[in-house]
Structures are given as structure tokens and as C-alpha cells.
T-cell receptor
Framework: AQSVAQPEDQVNVAEGNPLTVKCTYS??????LFWYVQYPNRGLQFLLKYITGDNLVKGSYGFEAEFNKSQTSFHLKKPSALVSDSALYFC??????????????FGGGTRLMVKP | NAGVTQTPKFRVLKTGQSMTLLCAQDMNHEYMYWYRQDPGMGLRLIHY???????AKGEVPDGYNVSRLKKQNFLLGLESAAPSQTSVYFCASSYSPVRGLAGGRGNEQFFGPGTRLTVL
């Protein structure tokens, strides 16, 4: 079984400061990890993913995430936050043994608030 | 390309009424999914389809039915709506595992804008 935890319901950061949104996962094999962002009244938008290779993955809008196998984590980061980054962020995982339907398991989401 | 579209955007039902939510995608994706989103619970998979004419249950299928008569469309039905089905519903699609990265398991899902359903 695969599962994802996002331990923080909300993260507050000042504009211009670095931000981190935490994600930990549990899978039986090797994970494929994804980050999505949801702006108010919108669907989820894909940000980035880790499949294999370099542990630091770069994605859209200046976001990056670091895969840490020993800590089973995939934290989302950005060096300098913008007010427009304020949104709901979801981490998701897919296990390497093929599950029927290629299903993703999502975390509960973390609301990022960037203040001017 | 319109991507993934959902109809309607909003709906209010009374308990016991029925309705159908329509999802359409123009990306020629094989796989399609229906999720519900509730506060603090992330997204939970209701049903999914791996191809035209095939459907399967996800994590929370009770009270819902689905059909995939055409590759581009995936319908979600509520036969007798209950207040517990008040939620935001999202449709998503992706390529099948036979295409794309890492045998397709690296394929991300593309989401529609959602349908906000209230059952009174």
C-alpha cells in the first residue's frame, strides 16, 4: 500500500523568504513522486515529479523538490517566495509495482500563505 | 487544446435526486479518473477507467456509478444523492503505462477545473 503525509496544514512565509512544504511517503517499492498546486476555485496543476536520477528536481514557477530516500521525503522548496505562490499544495505518490489504473495517492494538502 | 473540461461547474441537489457529471478530454489519454476533494482529506479516488468500455472502483466508490462509452468522455453518476456527497469533484486523465516515462508510471495526471456539488 502507498501513502503520503503532509504534516503541516498551513505554512506561512514572508515574500522574498525561502519556503519549504513538507511531504513524506510510504511505498513498498521505489516511489514516483509528484507535486501539484491548486489555486482557488481551480483544478490541480502539475508542478514537478521525481521518477529517477538526480535527487533535486526542478519544476514550474521556480519550484524544486528534493527526493531523500533515507528519510522517505520529497519536500517542495522555492528560494524566494512570491505572494502569487499562495495556494494549496498536494504531494502524491505512485508505487513502482504497477497498480491497476496507475493510481496516485494524494496527501491531505498544505496551504501556503505568502505575506507581503 | 482545451485539456480536461467538466460540466457543470456548480450544482445544488436535494437528497434523493440524481445527476450526471460529464468529463471530457482532448489529449487522447487512455486513462481517466474521478476524484472527490473534501477539506483536510486531499483527493480520494472514486472510480477510474483504463480504456473505452472499462471502469473500476477506487477508494470511495459507494453511491457512484461511472461509464466510459467513448475514449474522450468519462461520466460520473449519482443515482440518489445524499448530503455526504457534498464535495468538489475533479476529473483527471493520463496516458497509459505503455507510453511515457518509466513504463508510463511517470505519467502525470491532468485535472479538470472541478464541479462543486451541494446536496441539501
Amino acid at each position: 500500500a502507498q501513502s503520503v503525509a503532509q504534516p503541516e496544514d498551513q505554512v506561512n512565509v514572508a515574500e522574498g523568504n525561502p519556503l519549504t512544504v513538507k511531504c513524506t511517503y510510504s511505498v513498498s517499492g521505489n516511489p514516483y513522486l509528484f507535486w501539484y498546486v491548486q489555486y482557488p476555485n481551480r483544478g490541480l496543476q502539475f508542478l514537478l515529479k521525481y521518477i529517477t536520477g538526480d535527487n533535486l528536481v526542478k519544476g514550474s514557477y521556480g519550484f524544486e523538490a528534493e527526493f531523500n530516500k533515507s528519510q522517505t521525503s520529497f519536500h517542495l522548496k522555492k528560494p524566494s517566495a512570491l505572494v502569487s505562490d499562495s495556494a494549496l499544495y498536494f504531494c502524491a505518490v505512485r508505487d513502482t509495482p504497477m497498480n491497476a489504473g496507475n493510481m496516485l495517492t494524494f496527501g491531505g494538502g498544505t496551504r501556503l500563505m505568502v505575506k507581503p | 487544446n482545451a485539456g480536461v473540461t467538466q460540466t457543470p461547474k456548480f450544482r445544488v441537489l436535494k437528497t434523493g435526486q440524481s445527476m450526471t457529471l460529464l468529463c471530457a478530454q482532448d489529449m487522447n489519454h487512455e486513462y481517466m479518473y474521478w476524484y472527490r476533494q473534501d477539506p483536510g482529506m486531499g483527493l480520494r479516488l472514486i472510480h477510474y477507467s483504463v480504456g473505452e468500455g472499462t471502469t473500476a472502483k477506487g477508494e470511495v466508490p459507494d453511491g457512484y456509478n461511472v461509464s466510459r462509452l467513448k475514449k474522450q468522455n468519462f461520466l460520473l453518476g449519482l443515482e440518489s444523492a445524499a448530503p455526504s456527497q457534498t464535495s468538489v469533484y475533479f476529473c483527471a486523465s493520463s496516458y497509459s503505462p505503455v507510453r511515457g516515462l518509466a513504463g508510463g508510471r511517470g505519467n502525470e495526471q491532468f485535472f479538470g477545473p472541478g464541479t462543486r456539488l451541494t446536496v441539501l
